[in-house]
């Protein structure tokens, strides 16, 4: 009998989840080896009392199982996939990218920047103010 079906047993989900001390259920939920059996509890946590802090020590769990087996979690196994098909979209052909017309400055602000071409260096450096926020 694996430590899992001896915990099932003596300890099923409605009674170890009944209790609201919480040093009985974290170690219990640290005994846990199986995946199954943790999302068993955690499915029964979830459909009664739904705490937080049970629901993260389960979740824990699971991902501990997995790296200890070297397992990706199912739900990162995806991610993973989304984030290689991001990849493939880089090596898009120019073709097949949307054109993007280049946004154009107002034409005051090119007249005021040709207008300040005209003045010499030296008249804008001994300018005895600082520049205002609108000459900026």
């Given amino acids: 009998m694996s430590g899992d079906e001896s915990l099932l047993e003596q300890l099923p989900p409605e009674k ?14 640290e005994m846990m080896e199986e995946v199954a059996t943790v999302e068993l509890y955690l499915e029964h946590e979830r459909a009664n009392r739904d705490r937080p802090g049970i ?12 790296e200890e087996n070297g ?8 991610q993973e996939q989304e984030s290689e098909g991001e990849h493939e979209g880089d090596n898009m052909s120019t073709a097949d990218a949307e054109t993007v017309s280049p946004m154009s400055p107002p034409e005051e602000l090119l007249a005021y920047i ?3 071409g005209n003045e010499s260096d030296d008249e804008i450096a001994s300018s005895p103010a600082p520049p205002t926020w609108d000459e900026l």
């Fill in 71 to 78: 397992e990706i979690p199912p739900g990162e196994k995806d």
């Fill in 55 to 66: 629901v993260r020590h389960f979740t824990e769990q699971i991902d501990a199982i997995y």
């Fill in 114 to 116: 040709h207008g300040l």
């Fill in 16 to 29: 170890l989840l009944d209790t609201r001390n919480t040093r009985v259920i974290t170690p219990a939920i």
